[in-house]
C-alpha cells in the first residue's frame, strides 16, 4: 500500500511536470522578473539598471500621455462591454425565446468569422473604410456625404478597432450565452408559459438571474480577452495614433518595452494591467461560485 | 400576429449574418479582381473579369509556400504540446489525489488572467538568450501548456465512468498505459475538436510571433499579411485580400469539417 502510495506521488508530479515547468518559466518567473524590472530603468540591452524605486509607477498617473491611455483602457472597455457582451447577450436571447427554427443555422454562421485573424478583420474593415476607396465612402458620395478620416480622430478609430474586434468575437460569445440559456430547465420556462407571464417578464426575473454566472463569465472574458484582441487591429492600422489617442495600456506597454526601449515604463504599466485583471479574477471567483472551485 | 413577429426577428438575424460575412465574399470576389476593377466595382461580388494576378504577384514578391510551411509547422508543434501536456494534467487532476491538487488547479486556469504585456518582456529576453528568435520553436515555446485546454479535457473525462477507470487501475495496469489505451480512444472526438481550435488560434496569431519573428524568411501568415497592411494608406487591397484569402482556407476546412465537434467543445467551455 505504501508503495503503491509513493509510486502515485511520482506519477502525480511526472504527469503534472510539463504544464508545471512551462508555467513557472514563461508565466510565474517573468511576472517576478517584471515586477523587479518596474522599479529600475533599462533599455533592454544595456549592462546596467538605474534603480528608481516607485518613480515608474508615480508616472503612470501624473504623466499626461499615460493619464491618457488609462482613460483610453476605460472607453475601450465600455465600448468593448456594449458590443461584445451586450449585443451577442440580446441576439442570444432573442435566438433562444423569440424564434423557433434556424437556431443552429444562425449559431454556425455567427461563428464563421471567430475562425479568421485579426490582422484579415483590420484589413478588411480598412478597406471597408477606407475613405477614398471603400464602400462606405462610395456609399456616402452617393448621398453627398464625405466619410471622415477616422484614423485622424482617437475617438473613432476607438470605435472601429472595437468594431473589429466585435466581427471577430460576437459569434464566439454568442454561442457561450445561448449554450448558458440552454441550461435554464425547460420545467421552470413551460411553468411560466402556462401561467401566462409575458415573455419579457419571464426572461428578466427568471432566465437572467438563472444565467448570471455564465453572463458574467463571458463579461469578465470580454474585457480580459477584448484588451488584449484590440491589440492587433492597432498595431496593423493606427499604432495607437493618432497622438496616443488609439492607444491602450496593453499596447503602450509594448510601444514603451519594444519601441521606445522604456523597459521599466513598461514593466510598470504592466504590472498595473496585471493587478487589475486579478481584480476581475477575483469578482469571477466570487460571482461565478464553482467554476474555479471543482476540487473544494 | 406572432408569426409576423417572428419574421421581423429573422430579419435582424439574417442581417447580421449578412454583415458578419459580406466582407469575407467581397475580399475573396476581389482578390479576383484587377486593382482597377476592384475600384470602379468594388461591390461585384462575380467578377467580370476573373484574374489570378494577384496570387503570382504575391507568389513573386514573397516566398508563399515558406510562410504558409512556417505557419502550418507553428501551429502543429504548439498544437501537439498543448493537447500533451493538456491531457497528462488533466488525467493527473482527474484520477490521482494529492496535496495541494485545488492549488494547482486554481494556479493553472488562473493563467488565463495573466495579460501577454506582463511576461513579454522577460519571454522576449528568454528566447533570445536561448538563440530562438527568428524560429517556430521559439513562438512555441512559451505556448505549449494552455488552462483553457486543460478544463476542456477534464470536462470530458466526466464522461468516462469512473467504474471503468478504477476496475482497470485495481488490475495494476500501469497508468499511461489507461491513458493511452482507455483514455484517449474515448475522448477521440474531444482532442480532435479542443485540437482543432488550438490549430486555428495558432495559426491566426499575431501578437507574440511578431515580437519573435523579425526574419521575413521564417514569416507566419498574419506577419505577412500585416506587411501588405499599409497604415498610412495606399494599400494595395487585392494583393492584401488575396493573401488573407489564402490565410482563411485552413480554418475554413477546419471548421467545415468538424464544425459539430468544435461548437461543442467551445459551448462547454462556458459550463460550470
Known amino acids: 500500500m505504501n508503495n503503491r502510495n509513493k509510486k502515485n506521488k511520482t506519477l502525480t508530479i511526472a504527469y503534472l511536470f510539463p504544464t508545471a515547468l512551462i508555467l513557472l518559466v514563461f508565466i ?29 509607477y508615480f508616472s503612470i498617473f501624473t504623466d499626461p500621455v499615460n493619464r491618457k491611455i488609462l482613460l483610453n483602457t476605460v472607453f475601450y472597455i465600455l465600448l468593448l462591454l456594449f458590443l461584445n ?18 437556431q443552429t443555422a444562425y449559431k454556425i ?6 475562425l479568421f485573424s485579426l490582422v484579415v478583420g483590420a484589413m478588411l474593415f480598412s478597406w471597408i473604410m477606407n475613405p477614398v476607396s471603400g464602400p462606405v465612402a462610395f456609399f456616402m458620395r452617393g448621398l453627398g456625404l464625405t466619410l471622415p478620416n477616422w484614423t485622424n480622430s482617437g475617438a473613432m478609430a476607438v470605435v472601429v ?26 420545467n421552470i420556462i413551460d411553468a411560466t408559459k402556462m401561467d401566462s407571464i409575458p415573455k419579457w417578464r419571464m426572461i428578466w426575473d427568471i432566465v437572467l438571474p438563472l444565467n448570471k454566472s455564465i453572463a458574467f463569465y463571458v463579461l469578465i472574458l470580454t474585457i480580459v480577452q477584448g484588451l488584449q484582441y484590440v491589440f492587433t487591429p492597432i498595431s496593423v492600422i493606427t499604432q495607437g495614433g493618432p497622438y496616443y489617442g488609439s492607444s491602450n495600456a496593453l499596447y503602450h506597454t509594448y510601444l514603451n518595452a519594444f519601441v521606445l526601449y522604456k523597459t521599466g515604463n513598461a514593466s510598470a504599466l504592466a504590472i498595473v494591467t496585471f493587478v487589475i485583471f486579478l481584480v476581475l479574477l477575483y469578482l469571477e471567483i466570487k460571482f461565478v461560485e464553482g467554476r474555479t472551485n471543482r476540487y473544494e | 400576429m406572432n408569426k409576423f413577429r417572428e419574421s421581423g426577428w429573422h430579419f435582424l438575424l439574417i442581417v447580421i449574418c449578412l454583415t458578419l460575412l459580406l466582407p469575407v465574399l467581397f475580399m475573396i470576389s476581389n482578390s479576383f479582381k484587377t486593382l482597377q476593377d476592384s475600384y470602379h466595382s468594388m ?21 508563399l509556400f515558406r510562410i504558409v510551411w512556417n505557419t502550418f ?15 497528462l494534467a488533466a488525467y493527473a487532476f482527474k484520477y490521482f489525489s494529492f496535496k495541494g491538487k485545488k492549488f494547482f488547479y486554481f494556479a493553472f486556469i488562473s493563467t488565463i488572467f495573466v495579460p501577454f504585456t506582463v511576461v513579454m518582456i522577460p519571454n522576449f529576453l528568454v528566447i533570445s538568450k536561448l538563440n530562438l528568435l527568428n524560429t517556430a520553436l521559439g513562438v512555441a515555446l512559451p505556448q505549449l501548456c494552455d488552462a483553457t485546454g486543460i478544463m476542456l479535457f477534464l470536462k470530458a473525462m466526466d464522461k468516462i465512468p469512473n467504474s ?21 480512444p474515448i475522448l477521440r472526438p474531444n482532442i480532435i475538436s479542443i485540437g482543432a481550435i488550438f490549430f486555428i488560434n495558432s495559426w491566426n496569431e499575431y501578437v507574440w510571433p511578431t515580437l519573435i519573428l523579425k526574419d521575413k524568411n521564417s514569416f507566419t501568415l498574419p506577419l505577412a499579411l500585416q506587411n501588405y497592411i499599409s497604415s498610412e494608406g495606399g494599400t494595395n487591397f487585392p494583393l492584401a485580400m488575396a493573401l488573407s484569402t489564402i490565410m482563411i482556407i485552413v480554418p475554413l476546412l477546419i471548421y467545415l469539417i468538424f464544425q459539430r465537434y468544435i461548437l461543442n467543445s467551445i459551448s462547454s467551455s462556458g459550463l460550470k
Open chain 1, 28 to 56: 510565474i518567473a517573468p511576472i517576478i522578473y517584471t515586477f523587479y524590472l518596474s522599479f529600475f530603468n533599462w533599455n533592454l540591452i544595456a549592462p546596467t539598471k538605474d534603480f528608481v524605486g516607485l518613480e515608474n
Open chain 1, 85 to 102: 457582451f451586450l449585443v451577442p447577450y440580446f441576439i442570444s436571447i432573442i435566438v433562444k425565446f423569440f424564434i423557433s427554427k434556424m
Open chain 1, 109 to 114: 454562421i455567427f461563428f464563421i468569422p471567430s
Open chain 1, 161 to 186: 478597432i472595437c468594431l473589429i474586434t466585435n466581427w471577430k468575437v460576437f459569434g464566439y460569445n454568442f454561442v457561450l450565452l445561448l449554450t448558458g440559456l440552454g441550461s435554464v430547465p425547460q
Open chain 2, 43 to 63: 461591390l461585384q461580388l462575380i467578377p467580370t473579369h476573373p484574374t489570378f494576378s494577384n496570387y503570382l504577384t504575391l507568389d513573386k514578391q514573397i516566398n
Open chain 2, 73 to 87: 509547422f507553428m501551429a502543429t508543434i504548439v498544437t501537439l504540446g498543448k493537447i500533451i501536456t493538456g491531457l
Open chain 2, 164 to 184: 471503468l477507470i478504477e476496475s482497470v487501475r485495481i488490475d495494476d495496469i500501469p497508468s499511461y498505459k489507461i491513458l493511452k489505451d482507455i483514455v484517449v
